[in-house]
């Protein structure tokens, strides 16, 4: 089976930067995801990293590390809007490309 | 495009009722999933499909059906509903063309009481 781990909840202020740690244990591995999810709202995708390293969108950077199942979204500059759930996701090998499996989420609460 | 959309947005059902949440894409995706959300718990797959006429089941199916007859629609049907379905679900989707990319619908909220 699948687990993923990541904290419950972040705390940090506007301008600061944030990283939001993710371990996985999966029978097979495709690659990690990252969605962003604000209260009330559906989730939508920020990253994916399928091999080892940083991939950077903007403010946002998420990395990864294959051999130590583990991966991070690194958040910059932080705003006001970036007070949000963010989940990491694994896909299922045993179910192939849709099946997405997602952690519990952290939720991270941006002060001024 | 309207993406993914979901009807109803809320819904309160009694114990023992059944209904059907309706999912709709319009970005010709193969793949379609549903996920229910409850607090602390993050997302969980309740079924999935890779196409018409194929699907498949996710974590936590036990109560809850499924068909794809077409591309664009992919129906949750709640047989008898019990107060521990009361969630909020989310429809997605996602193609070839959209790499890694779920597109999730706006959500349905339900209660059963």
């Known amino acids: 089976g699948q687990s993923l781990e990541q904290p419950s909840e972040v705390t940090a202020v506007e301008g600061a930067i944030v990283q939001i740690n993710c371990t996985y244990q999966t029978s097979g591995f495709y690659g990690l995801s990252w969605y962003q999810q604000h209260d009330g709202g559906a989730p939508t995708f920020l990253s994916y990293n399928a091999l080892d390293g940083l991939e950077e969108t903007g403010r946002f950077s998420s990395f990864l590390s294959r051999s130590d199942s583990y991966g991070y979204l690194l958040l910059q500059e932080l705003q006001m809007k970036d007070s949000a759930s963010y989940f990491c996701a694994v896909r299922d090998e045993a179910g192939g490309y849709n099946k997405l499996i997602f952690g519990a989420g952290t939720r991270l609460a941006v002060h001024p | 495009n309207a993406g993914v959309t979901q009807t109803p947005k809320f819904q309160v059902l009694k114990t023992g009722q059944s209904m059907t949440l309706q999912c709709a894409q319009d970005m010709n995706h193969e793949y379609m999933s549903w996920y229910r959300q409850d607090p602390g718990m993050g997302l969980r797959l309740i079924h999935y499909s890779v196409g018409a006429g194929i699907t498949d089941q996710g974590e936590v199916p036990n109560g809850y059906n499924v068909s794809r007859s077409t591309t664009e629609d992919f129906p949750l049907r709640l047989l008898s509903a019990a107060p521990s379905q009361t969630s909020v679900y989310f429809c997605?989707?996602?193609?070839?063309?959209?790499?890694?990319?779920?597109?999730f619908g706006p959500g349905t909220r339900l209660l059963v009481l």
């Open positions: 997605a989707s996602s193609g070839p063309l959209s790499g890694e990319t779920q597109y």
